[in-house]
């Protein structure tokens, strides 16, 4: 269970706390997923193909996944900001080592170490954020951190693909490494002391989902999501490029009419998650598959591009908080462990779906990575309405 610390934190100065969190999500998602908008120029620079380039992302999550249960276990016992201002550092450096990197292995073995911090991050942060709030704004302060998932889908990416067509994409990480001592400072400056409050051992953690048939299936239901969901997107740009000769302008443009469409998808589902998650999983996740079919359909065209990445911006949104839902309402007496488990299924899915759709694309043809997007979400869906229907 997560314990709050309530005490003398004054409610303006924990919520600016929660703003620091907030940003520092920013800065660890973007640097996760900007690969993603950077592929072309990237593998077009180091003379590697756009498979290959894809690793950026792989490496990253299988770290990020596989990593955090025993981060979070091994740090159990460290003050919360401490550990989130090193993740910070490590992060700010690591950046700064992308930038300036002479040779492809050296950027990959960077990217593996970053995806270690970023995973401790994601189950820390959401913690962190609601015990420097009030009791009662708890829930709040939660949803205003994941707030930062669409803005670094909205702001982020795209400006991270302006930063490229203007400067070059080791110019964009060397901006991001400033950025990353910013938010370090922020998180120095404005988050409280926050001694460790969950002292879970490794083995308790590993051992939740073999007596919580519940997670175990919202676990699942994670994997096939984002195998597919992040399969196809991390080849969106070589996809768009490939199918209607998209220049740089227009994949930016595709990029912030995606997010725009994620954060809205983000503000409906915060109305009726509470109320329904099975329903507005089902319903996202209808619509996320109907989105990745409209794109092969009418992706030729700009004006179809933007019709599907609409509908898939908003499902995603959906989907994407009412898993983090599920997740929570499985195992509401072991919140960090739970987000754990859930960091590690995630992140690790990323990575796995990087790596697939990356050898689809170069063995099969970009429009082959689409297609896995489909069936592996439609999988998503039928496993999670098969299961919630067998055990009602």
């Known amino acids: ?9 004054s409610t303006l100065k924990g919520w600016a706390g929660v703003a620091a969190i907030t940003a520092s999500l920013f800065v660890f998602l973007t640097t996760e997923l900007m690969p993603v908008g950077l592929l072309t ?43 989130l201002s090193t993740l910070l550092a490590i992060l700010a450096v690591g950046n700064l080592i992308t930038a300036l ?20 991050f994601w189950a ?4 962190m954020a609601m015990r ?5 704004h708890a829930n709040r302060a939660a949803a205003v951190v994941m707030s930062g998932i669409s803005v670094a889908t909205v702001l982020g990416m795209p400006l991270g693909t302006i930063l490229e067509s203007l400067t070059g994409w080791q110019t964009t990480f060397l901006i991001w490494s400033g950025l990353s001592v910013l938010v370090f400072l922020a998180v120095v400056v404005l988050v409280p002391s926050l001694p460790s409050a969950n002292a879970v051992s490794v083995r308790e953690v590993f051992g939740l989902p073999r007596v919580n048939a519940r997670l175990r299936s919202v676990l699942i239901t994670v994997v096939l999501f984002v195998l597919g969901h992040f399969g196809v997107y991390t080849f969106i740009r070589p996809f768009l490029e490939g199918t209607s000769s998209a220049s740089p302008t227009f994949i930016t443009v595709c990029l912030i009419v ?4 994620g954060a809205a998808g983000n503000f409906i589902a915060g109305y009726f998650v509470a109320r329904n998650v099975l329903a507005s999983f089902t319903v996202g996740a209808v619509a996320l ?13 700009r004006v179809g591009v933007m019709i599907a990445l609409v509908l898939w911006g908003l499902s995603y949104g959906i989907v994407q908080l009412s898993q983090l839902t599920m997740t929570q309402r499985s195992a509401p007496d072991t919140f960090e462990a739970a987000m754990s488990l859930n960091t590690l299924a995630y992140n690790t899915s990323i990575a796995l779906g990087a790596l697939f759709a990356g050898l689809l694309a170069d063995n099969a043809g970009i429009t082959s990575v689409v297609w896995f997007g489909v069936v592996l979400t439609a999988a998503s869906l039928l496993f999670t309405v098969g299961t919630r229907r067998a055990t009602s």
């Not at 120029?41 to 180091?46: C, D, E, G, Q, T």
């Not at 420097?132 to 009662?136: Q, S």
């Open 1 to 9: 269970m997560v314990t709050r610390t309530e005490s003398a934190h």
């Open 41 to 83: 120029p990237v593998s077009s620079s180091l003379g590697i193909s756009v498979g290959v380039a894809g690793l950026m992302v792989t490496l990253y999550g299988v770290s990020a996944g596989l990593g955090v249960p025993f981060i979070v276990a091994w740090t159990r016992r460290i003050n919360r900001r401490v550990l």
């Open 101 to 120: 990197a002479p040779s492809y292995p050296l950027v990959l073995a960077t990217r593996l170490v970053m995806g270690f911090a970023n995973g401790a």
């Open 124 to 127: 820390i942060g959401v913690g």
């Open 132 to 136: 420097i709030v009030p009791d009662r």
């Open 258 to 261: 995606f997010g725009a469409g």
């Open 289 to 301: 598959v109907a989105s990745l079919v409209l794109l092969l359909l009418v992706g030729h065209g």
